[in-house]
């Protein structure tokens, strides 16, 4: 079975820098897509920034302090996130698409999420 697990969270101080990766494993014949999203406390779950086709798409809040990067060869996505601030303090997930062999259909796996936290 494809899962999928984030690292990389934790707590900075207001305009510092973290690094977050997603390793996607298990059996896995193709990716077809690879993203972040994050969740704060009482909000709804947001796209951060993502692969769509050969484009990379930011949110707004994302656009200009968030790099995202992929390692084909070892089902890996990161989010380099700088100059941070209370607001962007959420849950970040990771989701997939995954064709886990050529002969079953693409799937959608989610992560269980990393803890960012932005101290003023």
């Known amino acids: 079975q494809v899962y999928v697990v984030e690292s990389g969270g934790g707590m900075v101080q207001s305009g510092g820098s973290l690094g977050l990766s997603c390793t996607a494993s298990?059996?896995?014949?193709?990716?077809?897509?690879m993203s972040w999203h994050r969740q704060a406390p009482g909000k709804e779950r947001e796209s951060v920034a993502a692969?769509?086709?050969?484009?990379?798409v930011y949110s707004d809040a994302a656009k200009g302090r968030s790099t995202i990067s992929r390692d084909h060869v070892m089902n890996t996505v990161y989010l380099q996130m700088n100059n941070l601030k209370p607001e962007d303090t959420a849950i970040y997930y990771c989701?997939?698409?995954?064709?886990?062999?050529?002969?079953?259909?693409?799937?959608?796996?989610w992560g269980r999420g990393t803890q960012v936290t932005v101290a003023l």
């Open positions: 989701r997939v698409k995954v064709q886990p062999t050529p002969r079953l259909a693409m799937r959608e796996v």
């Open positions: 298990g059996p896995i014949y193709k990716v077809a897509h």
């Open positions: 692969f769509q086709g050969d484009s990379i």
